[in-house]
Structures are given as structure tokens and as C-alpha cells.
């Protein structure tokens, strides 16, 4: 295994360099750049968005990106489909998946890479997708570029070594990495088998959430992000760039690598956290508080609030609340819910929810703790208890989740799964 360096704070202005005196000091972009290497500015925010938000970074590589985006040949999408996907319906009812599948034998993260579900519309910054991968091959001398949405990984199974124009991650299960859309990479593995699921966020990059009243210390914590330091391939090497542009991949042979970017400064760049780190707060009398206090990050709308996408991590904790129905209530919410198992057992289900699995509860869906699940609590002596002892996660969202025809033809699609709640019989008497 590698051994990797890491810058660390959410949203930093870094500054790291591969070989010494290479970044301009006092100014970005000087007649001449050491050793000749090209400048370029990568943005995240358009240049006028609030001096709070605004993400860019200065990139000094030996070649310019221009030389990347020539000859772009259109190729098969395969199953990747972007937001609004034309061929997909709309959904009445609960739906949940039992892990999903391998689409081919022998895939890389690329190819082997489907989308479950999408929403909004990618064109006007709004909504997501939602991914899962299963690979069995490092990419190697792929590249690929995303300029549709910003794409946070979040493996189940194996270990991946995520291989950036700004610098490498590991990026191992209780991980997540995210990658600023327009940064090419690659994705090796270090593992036979790598599995996971993959968020493409359409709308504002992710950020930490607002925390009102909560201050500064709690949930994400802003040192725990960890952001690359300058890597480069030393030597010219052909490589295949694939790109997705409006929702279509496309293809290019270049004569040397895109990973060569010897040097950069700025706070847009891919970042990796590790899921454990995060410090959740709960309930210490009673009832059970909005899952929102468990988000790690959120893409913000422009509606104050309402996310575009929010990512929420259900992690192991202490449950001591008093008189209270511990695991979530019923619920028929206006934001969209989709949600996956990295490990353990998600406690409002008793079971059919598994790692690799995901369940989607669109808005207005009627859903909650399954039978089992309610029985379970509803006679639970209600000691201190710790658990459960599981990663489960969920993008939530302001716009509904549409799965694709690919997803809702699965076998892996559990037909019975509304009828989880078909024994919460009467009880009024
Ligand atoms: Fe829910």
C-alpha cells in the first residue's frame, strides 16, 4: 500500500508542490513559470458568487488542458444515464433493491458503472444521479473527466486508489471521495474486487451544512477532510480520456498523460473523509430529532434550506431517550430519500436492507420502521443502548428520484418490499 500525504480542513487554501519552487510566489500567473510549465485556473464557482463560496484553484502542468478536449469521439454510454433520463417513469410506491449487480465480468470502475437513479436535470444545475460500481480491474491508463456534475464515491467494498490531476487518494469502505467535476482521474484498485456506490451532484458543490444553533464543534469536522498533495507522472505515456458532456461519454487518445500537473494552489480539489470521524449529536431526553442533524455535506438550492442534494450518514451511537419510540416515526415527507448500506444493519429495518442494497422513498411516500422493526421498539426496554452498529447513508433530495428502466427491470428489485409494513394491523381499541 501506498503510503499517502494529505493536506487537511474543508475548503483550505492549499497550496503543494511535487518539486520545490515551482509555484509563483505573490502572484498566479507570472510571464514565465518555472521549467516551463503551463498555468491554468480551474473554477467551481462562477467568478462573482459571494467571496464565501467562491472556489478555484491555479494548476501549473506541463501541458494545457486544451490539449485533452481535441478529437473527442462520441462512444457508448453503456448504462450511465444523466438527469432528466428520458426513458424512465415515475414511481408510486416504496422501492428497495437487494445489492446491485455486476453488469459485465471484468470491469473497471468506468465500465463498470450504472446508474440506479437520476433527478432534476443536469443542464440546469439542478438534482443528481445516483451510481453504483462494481470493478474487478484498475482503470490504468483511462482517464476520465466528468463536466456534468460533482461526483463523491463511496466504496463498500475494496480498496481504491483514486488517482487525480491534483494528487492521489485512498479511498478505502468508510471513505468517501469527492471529485470537483472537470478534474480528470482514474481509479485503481488495491483490492481484487472493489463495489460502491457513486452520488453525481448536478446543483452547488458539496459544502458543510449550515449549524444554526449546534456552533462549531459537531458532526463533520472541518480538519477531518483530507485533500491530496501535487503528484505527477514524470514520463510522457499514451492515454485514453473519456469524457461525459451532457449526459453523452466521449473518447480521445493522447500521446502523454493528463496527470501532469506538477504543482497547484487554491481551495477547489478532490477531497477524501472518513465517515467514522463524524462526531453525531442526538437525542439526551426524548423523541427522536430530524435525521437532518446527520448531514455530512449539502448542495445547496436556491431556496434557503432546501438542499439540492444533502448527503446523511446514519452511524453507531448512543441511544438513551427516554419514553420515546427510538428508531425514526412514520413518515411522509416533501424531500425525496434515497439511501444505501455501507455496513451492519440500518435499525428502522429488521432486514432485506443490505450493504450494496439502496431504497428510494420519493416525497409523499409513506414509509417508516418496517413490522418487525416497530414490534421490536414499541417493547424495547428502554436502557442506554449503543448501536446499531452500521454506515448507512442517504442523499436526500428536493427533487424526486426517477430509477432507471435498467434498475426497475432487476430481479434484485424486491417486489414485496411494501409489504413490510402489511402487518402493522389495528391496534385502537
Ligand atoms: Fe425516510
Not at 415527507?333 to 431504497?359: R, T
Amino acid at each position: 500500500m501506498v503510503e499517502l500525504n494529505y493536506q487537511t480542513g474543508f475548503g483550505n487554501q492549499f497550496e503543494t508542490e511535487a518539486e520545490p519552487d515551482v509555484l509563483p510566489v505573490g502572484q498566479n500567473s507570472p510571464q514565465q513559470v518555472k521549467g516551463g510549465l503551463y498555468t491554468e485556473q480551474l473554477t467551481g464557482t462562477a467568478f462573482t458568487a459571494p467571496r464565501a463560496s467562491m472556489q478555484r484553484s491555479w494548476l501549473y502542468r506541463i501541458r494545457p488542458s486544451v490539449k485533452h478536449f481535441t478529437n473527442l469521439e462520441p462512444v457508448d454510454s453503456g448504462l450511465i444515464r444523466t438527469g432528466p433520463d428520458q426513458d424512465a417513469s415515475p414511481t408510486t410506491t416504496q422501492l428497495r433493491w437487494d445489492p446491485f449487480p455486476s453488469i459485465a465480468s471484468d470491469t473497471n470502475w468506468l465500465t463498470g458503472l450504472s446508474t440506479v437513479a437520476t433527478n432534476g436535470d443536469s443542464e440546469m444545475q439542478a438534482g443528481g444521479a445516483v451510481h453504483h460500481f462494481v470493478a474487478s480491474q484498475s482503470m490504468g491508463d483511462t482517464a476520465f473527466v466528468n463536466t456534468d456534475g460533482e461526483l463523491m464515491l463511496v466504496p463498500y467494498v475494496g480498496h481504491l486508489l483514486i488517482k487525480t490531476e491534483m494528487g492521489h487518494l485512498e479511498v478505502n469502505p468508510g471513505h468517501i471521495a469527492v471529485i470537483p467535476r472537470g478534474v480528470k482521474f482514474s481509479v485503481d484498485l488495491s483490492t481484487d474486487t472493489a463495489r460502491g456506490y457513486v452520488c453525481e451532484n448536478y446543483g452547488a458543490n458539496f459544502s458543510l451544512p449550515e449549524h444554526g444553533l449546534v456552533g462549531v464543534d459537531a458532526n463533520a469536522l472541518p480538519r477531518d477532510f483530507e485533500y491530496p498533495v501535487a503528484a505527477y507522472d514524470r514520463d510522457d505515456r499514451s492515454t485514453s480520456l473519456i469524457a461525459k458532456i451532457s449526459g453523452q461519454l466521449f473518447s480521445t487518445e493522447l500521446e502523454h498523460s493528463p496527470f501532469d500537473v506538477v504543482a497547484w494552489h487554491g481551495n477547489l480539489a478532490p477531497y477524501r473523509y472518513e465517515l467514522r470521524r463524524f462526531c453525531a449529536l442526538g437525542p439526551v431526553v426524548f423523541d427522536h430529532p430530524d435525521p437532518s442533524i446527520w448531514t455530512v455535506l449539502s448542495s445547496s438550492s436556491d431556496t434557503p434550506g432546501t438542499a439540492n442534494l444533502d448527503f446523511i450518514l446514519f452511524r453507531e451511537h448512543w441511544r438513551v431517550a427516554e419514553h420515546t419510540f427510538r428508531p425514526p416515526w412514520f413518515h411522509s415527507n416533501v424531500m425525496s430519500e434515497l439511501m444505501g448500506l455501507i455496513e451492519g444493519i440500518y435499525d428502522a429495518k429488521a432486514q432485506g436492507f443490505v450493504p450494496g442494497g439502496i431504497s428510494i422513498h420519493n416525497s409523499f411516500i409513506p414509509h417508516g420502521p418496517d413490522s418487525e422493526a416497530f414490534a421490536a421498539a414499541t417493547e424495547a426496554e428502554l436502557v442506554p443502548s449503543k448501536g446499531p452498529d452500521s454506515l448507512a447513508i442517504m442523499w436526500e433530495s428536493r427533487y424526486r428520484w426517477v430509477p432507471t428502466t435498467w434498475a426497475m427491470g432487476l430481479s434484485e428489485l424486491q417486489g414485496d418490499y411494501p409489504e413490510r409494513w402489511s402487518e402493522l394491523e389495528r391496534q385502537w381499541d
